[in-house]
């Protein structure tokens, strides 16, 4: 397992630990490996944070937030129903499906995960319509700024807008993590950005996904990879995620003001729900004070369903039916992120009052309709499988990521409702 398990977050389909740092830490040879201790103490901390006063008191609902929803409808607030018709693209038809998340290809014997579609109560959502898409956003720019989930979702965009016209891709960089595609018959163009923290940020980490020294994180500068480009962009999707529980030092005005568990160094520990809070109202702050209004989509903590035990010893995750309303609650580590969101992006709209601007930031609430999703997860297929060869548990199982084409499809079906309504 050892040499698989070590490649399992190596770039470039690289994310960090899906858990707490506590857990990773458990994990000797991965260069998160510290000790034993550690876990207890950080089992501690997040008692001792509070946590289950906040989930058992002050947990929102997906109907909770008025500024969600989307005039007379929320379209966050529904439910999967049957889709005889299946996905829109398939593998032989998509060829911007990262081997990683190309269940189909990698031998994924159901295929039940492919026949839902997601219907808010009170109204329809319709299925992507490329042409109508593509022909909106003629001579329009798209950044779309985030980590691997982030990534997860540009291949569904890509898969959905070839359907149309297939696009050049016109940039990469060395890594293959910030990517430019054009279509040219509609001088459209499509970024993706790469900034896993949103923040400025240091990251040691060989190919192998090994950290060699702890990642060194500037609290109060943005990532100058997107804020550079912001002003070529006429639309933004922008969202945070799992990286924010590494291991972190953590910076502000060029000193260190503490840590996020970090061993042997006589720092405050400052736990990661300070950062992703800090980092929320920098982003916030940012937008609203711009010059340039790009209309602003953020994007909602994604959802991880590893079962029986986490990614790093054998979770995995088989169910192979989405939940329905009110069967599945969550994890703790959403019960924390979430409400950070829902906090910060609620502060900046108060803020932002019935300004102009206002209109331009706008929640892609995808939370609850992909915590209902456990059997959409690439699991273990992300290598080629051969049933009967292995079975599911004797390889490390991706719980997090979405297989493509999949449940991930109808995040796009929500960017184009709110956009072009
Ligand atoms: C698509 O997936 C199927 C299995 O569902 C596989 O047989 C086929 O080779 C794949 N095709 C391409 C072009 O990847
Ligand atoms: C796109 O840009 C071209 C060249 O600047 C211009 O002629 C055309 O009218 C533009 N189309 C739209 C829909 O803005
Ligand atoms: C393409 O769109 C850009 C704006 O995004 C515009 O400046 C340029 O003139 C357009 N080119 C053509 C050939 O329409």
New binding site residues.
């Given amino acids: 397992m050892a040499s698989t398990s070590r490649r399992w977050w190596w770039w470039p389909w690289a994310t960090p630990p899906p858990f707490s740092s506590s857990a990773s830490r458990h994990h000797k040879g991965e260069g998160w490996g510290l000790g034993g201790p550690a876990l207890v103490k950080a089992v501690g901390w997040l008692l001792l944070a509070g946590l289950l006063f906040r989930v058992l008191c002050s947990f929102p609902s997906s109907t909770s937030s008025p500024e969600i929803s989307e005039g007379k409808c929320n379209l966050f607030d529904g439910e999967w129903i049957p889709n005889p018709s299946g996905p829109a693209y398939?593998?032989?038809t998509c060829r911007f499906i990262d081997g990683h998340q190309?269940c189909?290809?990698n031998?994924r014997p159901d295929m039940s995960y492919l026949h839902w579609r997601w219907k808010p109560y009170e109204c329809e959502l319709p299925q992507f319509d490329e042409v109508r898409f593509l022909s909106a956003m003629r001579n329009k720019s798209w950044g779309l700024i985030g980590d691997s989930i982030l990534r997860n979702q540009v291949q569904s965009l890509l898969c959905l807008l070839s359907k149309a016209e297939e696009p050049i891709e016109v940039y990469h960089d060395k890594e293959y993590r910030n990517r430019r595609w054009h279509f040219q018959s509609y001088n459209f163009t499509v970024s993706l950005v790469w900034s896993p923290f949103l923040t400025k940020s240091e990251v040691f980490e060989n190919e192998n996904g090994q950290s060699t020294s702890e990642i060194q994180l500037h609290l109060d500068i943005l990532d100058p990879i997107w804020t550079s480009q912001y002003e070529t962009f006429d639309y933004v999707v922008i969202a945070g995620g799992q990286w924010f529980l590494k291991v972190a030092v953590y910076w502000e005005n060029d000193r260190v003001i503490g840590c996020h568990y970090c061993q042997d160094k006589k720092l405050r520990e400052l736990g990661f729900e300070h950062l992703y809070r800090r980092t929320l109202q920098q982003v916030f702050r940012f937008i609203a004070s711009s010059n340039h209004k790009p209309a602003v989509l953020f994007r909602t903590w994604a959802p991880d369903h590893f079962e029986n035990a986490e990614w790093f010893n054998g979770g995995t995750c088989s169910r192979v039916l989405p939940y329905k309303k009110g069967e599945y609650s969550g994890k703790d580590m959403d019960r924390i992120m979430r409400p950070i969101e829902l906090e910060e992006f609620r502060n900046a709209m108060a803020a932002l009052g019935g300004s102009r601007n206002s209109a331009n930031l706008k929640l892609l609430d995808t939370y609850s309709i992909s915590s209902m999703r456990p059997d959409g997860h690439v699991g273990p297929y992300r290598y080629p499988f051969l049933k009967g060869d292995k079975d599911a548990k004797s390889v490390q199982n991706d719980c997090l990521h979405w297989c493509v084409p999949g449940p991930i499809d109808a995040w796009n079906d929500l960017v184009m409702k709110m956009v072009l309504g």
């Fill in positions: 398939t593998n032989k190309n189909m290809l031998g």
